[in-house]
T-cell receptor, first 113, second 111 residues
Framework: NAGVTQTPKFQVLKTGQSMTLQCAQDMNHEYMSWYRQDPGMGLRLIHYSVGAGITDQGEVPNGYNVSRSTTEDFPLRLLSAAPSQTSVYFC????????????FGSGTRLTVV | GDSVTQMEGPVTLSEEAFLTINCTYTATGYPSLFWYVQYPGEGLQLLLKATKADDKGSNKGFEATYRKETTSFHLEKGSVQVSDSAVYFCALLYGNNRLAFGKGNQVVVIP
């Protein structure tokens, strides 16, 4: 089925460990984004990309890296996990243009202990 | 910067009641506006959208009208069902197709 696929769905990390959250879309969308969702905070933008090879920081980029080597994939790397990064992470993608809404993945629930 | 404000607190109501969730925005120009819904344990789904002033977005019995005079995009449904229980997010599109979200409202519909 067409859509945004995120893996893993759940992850527990120890403080200081690194990991990569995977995100892939098969809709040929130019735009991709990573958000984190925390209680009472809504969704906050971490990093985004307007096309392959182009990424930029969002509202809360510290502690995270991204790359976009292909149109389909947009992985999010946690460099050295901290308890403050415990959250639910969502990847989303969209066509270029103001008419389109974003399609979201089902999320990754990350706990850092 | 561009931002969205949703009314505070959860919303609890009985089945078949009228639902309103308030959303106001601050933006330069006239951004596209969206409502997203998140059911328990799931990702966000686009519920409806409006891309210019006076547009009305509608889907599944929900409606919202883009009001530039009051910079608002309130969500309404005439008769809610238990299956409408979810978290609802208002959002706007700003530079480079980025989305800014409100904090969301938990809606609980009691049978």
């Amino acid at each position: 089925n067409a859509g945004v696929t995120q893996t893993p769905k759940f992850q527990v990390l120890k403080t200081g460990q690194s990991m990569t959250l995977q995100c892939a879309q098969d809709m040929n969308h130019e735009y991709m984004s990573w958000y984190r969702q925390d209680p009472g905070m809504g969704l906050r933008l971490i990093h985004y990309s307007v096309g392959a090879g182009i990424t930029d920081q969002g509202e809360v980029p510290n502690g995270y890296n991204v790359s976009r080597s292909t149109t389909e994939d947009f992985p999010l790397r946690l460099l050295s996990a901290a308890p403050s990064q415990t959250s639910v992470y969502f990847c989303a993608s969209s066509y270029r243009g103001t008419y389109y809404g974003y399609t979201f993945g089902s999320g990754t629930r990350l706990t850092v202990v | 910067g561009d931002s969205v404000t949703q009314m505070e607190g959860p919303v609890t109501l009985s089945e078949e009641a009228f639902l309103t969730i308030n959303c106001t925005y601050t933006a330069t120009g006239y951004p596209s506006l969206f409502w997203y819904v998140q059911y328990p344990g799931e990702g966000l789904q686009l519920l409806l959208k409006a891309t210019k002033a006076d547009d009305k977005g509608s889907n599944k019995g929900f409606e919202a009208t883009y009001r530039k005079e009051t910079t608002s995009f309130h969500l309404e449904k005439g008769s809610v069902q238990v299956s409408d229980s979810a978290v609802y997010f208002c959002a706007l599109l700003y530079g480079n197709n980025r989305l800014a979200f409100g904090k969301g409202n938990q809606v609980v519909v009691i049978p």
